[in-house]
C-alpha cells in the first residue's frame, strides 16, 4: 500500500476501542453486520427505468447473504418480461453484492436491485423483527392461488368516463352501472383458476363460469357494459 510522504513522516497514535458497527435487526436477532454472509432477511422493492415506461416489483428472499429467492413482478413494458424472465435465472444463488453488480437486463430491475440492496443492508427488511424469517417459498406465497401478479388495470377520458379492465380479483368482463350510469360493481373472471380447472380436463366453458365472480352491487345495476366495447 502506498502512503504519502505526509503520511510516511506522521507518528503513530492508537486509535482506542473499537466497538464495531451498530447491530441492525434481522430475523428477530440484533446483528452487527460486517461482511456479506451477515445478511439476511425477506423484502420487497420497486425499480423503475429512465424513461419511466414501466416498472418493477422485486421480492428477494436473502439467508447468510445468498440470495435463496426471488420474485420479479414487471409492468408497463413488453421487453420487461423477458427481462424479468432473465433476472429469475440470474439471482438465486447470487450474493446481494453481486446481484447490485450485476446487468439484470432491464434497468427497472436494477433499480428495484438497488432498492432493495439498502433495505436489506440496513435492516430494514420485512422480516427485521421475524423470528428465523420466512422458508424460502414465502415469496411464491405472495400471489395466491392461481400464482398470479396482483395487477390493477384501468382507463378512463373525460369524454367517456373510466374503464375498469383488470383488478385483483381478475379479468373485468362486465361493469354495473346504475341509474345514473355511475359505477356500482363489476363481474370478473380469475384467469389463474381457470387456467388450474383447464389444466384437470374441465370443459373450458365451464371453467370459465367457475371462476367467474361478481363484486359491488352487481345485481343492482340498471345495465351492464363490456368495458372494452362500449
Known sequence: MLYSAEVEHMCPVAQGAYHGPAPIPEEGKWVQAKEVKDISGLTHGIGWCAPQQGCCKLSLNVKDGIIQECLVETVGCSGMTHSAAMASEILPGKTILEALNTDLVCDAINVAMRELFLQIVYGRTQTAFSEGGLPVGAGLDDLGKG????????YGTKAKGPRYLELTEGYIKRLALDEHDQIIGYEYVNFGRM??????????NQALEDASGTYGRFDEAAKYIDPREE
Open 147 to 154: 400464482a398470479r401478479s396482483m395487477v390493477g388495470t384501468t
Open 195 to 204: 387456467m388450474d380447472a383447464i389444466k384437470k380436463g374441465v370443459d373450458a
